[in-house]
């Protein structure tokens, strides 16, 4: 059971391929064997220079391990389990490896290179032998609207008896611009999804398996009906489930997916001390509140008013006095050093900077990166290129009375990496919301990490 995956970039790239070890966290020198629910993964690059890097995953199955073990699925007959197609065939069981094997590529996390990891790439994934059940089509349907250009090939029942038809295997090339996270994450939702069948049970955690695996991609997917239940065994208790769920999140507002954005980014970064920098009446911070894994949570803003209702929404006044010294609310201003936040391992300017005066962002620069010196910042703003989508905006009015500025993607760009560059940083941007194909994500944002040593 193999599967490849292959960066070569474009002529001219000054992108060296073998890159693509750091955002699959294996080094393309080692020959690695990892232990896995369904038997032993081994992990190669067959080839790796600047020009191309290609790394290979192979499921070596454990059948005797997989009777023993009551989770997966056996089939019927004593003779079935045992005599199967199960170590040639991609499957379930090669999704179960790849999420095992690239857990941390899958969430799109590179310390080394977060900018590509953030990119899509030039990439092609073979994969040798996959059961397809249903049309002829089903691959297409399912891997094109993810960006994939499909190269299928069928394999005949037996190539000495031609007039016995096709299989239902087929050897499956995509290739196409995407990101490396979005990419495994496709193929572990896709792989049982074209099988129609998995080799395990499946609970209620499976609905939040595919929300997790899905984000990002399968909300628009015009197969998403049916990638739901196929992925879910056609279960109709969890399909129900995880439609309704899929529902909610599409009608979720921005501001919620902005939260759930930072949220993530706060825990890419492992931060346990938050700075929110503009925290207005208390959003952000009562969804930090909730969370133990935040031990020291200040909110900072230049509204005592603002500060007050805070107080009030998180019921600070009813708080404990452990709970009081866990959250802190300060009167201060992002333009202003303030020596009360130096060295946090985060803080977040949500929806902050667009209300600074332009000729205040040096000062916004110095408070925050010399000042502060957080050993992460999260910044999202509005992509004004976005605007026009927005049908009760007039053409070159901006989202709020109270916005100084609105920034294109390049701008916001552009203002990002040269602040990492003079502070010691490195920068990574992650769209935020539904993304328009050319006009990019309503909101954008920055997570910027320090470099170790600056």
């Not at 290179?113 to 030039?122: D, R």
């Not at 050897?171 to 998995?198: C, I, N």
Request: charged fraction near 25%; aromatic fraction near 6%.
């Amino acid at each position: 059971m193999l599967i490849t995956v292959t960066l070569e970039p474009e002529t001219g790239s000054e992108v060296d391929a073998t890159v693509l070890g750091y955002l699959l966290h294996k080094h393309p020198a080692r020959a690695q064997v990892f232990s896995a629910p369904v038997g032993d993964v081994h992990v190669f690059a067959p080839e790796a220079s600047r020009e191309r890097c290609t790394f290979a995953m192979m499921l070596e199955v454990d059948p005797v391990g997989l009777v023993r073990n009551k989770r997966f699925r056996g089939d019927a007959g004593a003779l079935g389990h045992y005599v199967n197609d199960r170590p040639y065939v991609a499957s379930s069981m090669l999704a179960v490896a790849t999420g095992a094997v690239f857990r941390t590529a899958m969430t799109g996390r590179s310390d080394s290179y977060p900018e590509l990891a953030a990119s899509p790439l030039p990439l092609r994934i073979e994969i040798p032998v996959v059961s397809v059940r249903g049309d002829d089509d089903m691959v297409e349907r399912l891997f094109s609207p993810c960006g994939w250009t499909v190269a299928q090939e069928r394999i005949p029942l037996d190539p000495a008896f031609p007039e016995w038809g096709d299989s239902r295997f087929s050897a499956v090339t995509l290739t196409g611009r995407v990101r490396l996270a979005e990419a495994l994450r496709q193929l572990y939702v896709l792989l049982p999804v074209l099988d129609d069948a998995k080799h395990y049970w499946v609970g209620d955690d499976e609905v939040a398996k595919l929300e997790r695996a899905g984000e990002g991609w399968l909300a628009d997917h015009p197969e998403r009906d049916l990638i739901t239940r196929r992925y879910l065994l056609h279960h109709r208790s969890l399909v129900t489930q995880a439609i309704e769920a899929a529902a909610q999140a599409a009608n979720r507002p921005l501001s919620g997916l902005r939260a759930d954005a930072v949220l993530t980014a706060l825990a890419d970064v492992r931060a346990r001390s938050v700075i929110d920098m503009g925290c207005g009446p208390g959003a952000l911070l009562t969804r930090l509140a909730k969370d133990r894994a935040f031990s020291r949570i200040i909110g900072v803003d230049v509204s005592a008013r603002s500060l007050e209702q805070a107080s009030r929404t998180l019921h600070l006044d009813q708080s404990s006095d452990a709970e009081r010294e866990r959250i802190q609310l300060l009167h201060g201003s992002v333009v202003y050093r303030d020596e009360r936040l130096r060295d946090a391992d985060a803080m977040v300017l949500m929806e902050v900077i667009e209300h600074v005066d332009p000729s205040r962002l040096p000062a916004l620069e110095d408070a925050v990166f010399a000042g502060a010196r957080p050993a992460a910042v999260i910044v999202t703003t509005p992509n004004s290129e976005y605007n026009v989508l927005y049908p009760t905006l007039e053409s070159g009015a901006m989202r709020h009375d109270d916005h100084r500025f609105e920034w294109t993607r390049a701008e916001f760009r552009a203002w990002a990496e040269a602040v990492a560059s003079r502070h010691g940083y490195t920068v990574e941007f992650r769209p935020v919301g539904a993304e328009d194909a050319v006009l990019g994500p309503p909101t954008q944002m920055a997570l910027l990490r320090r470099e170790a040593g600056a």
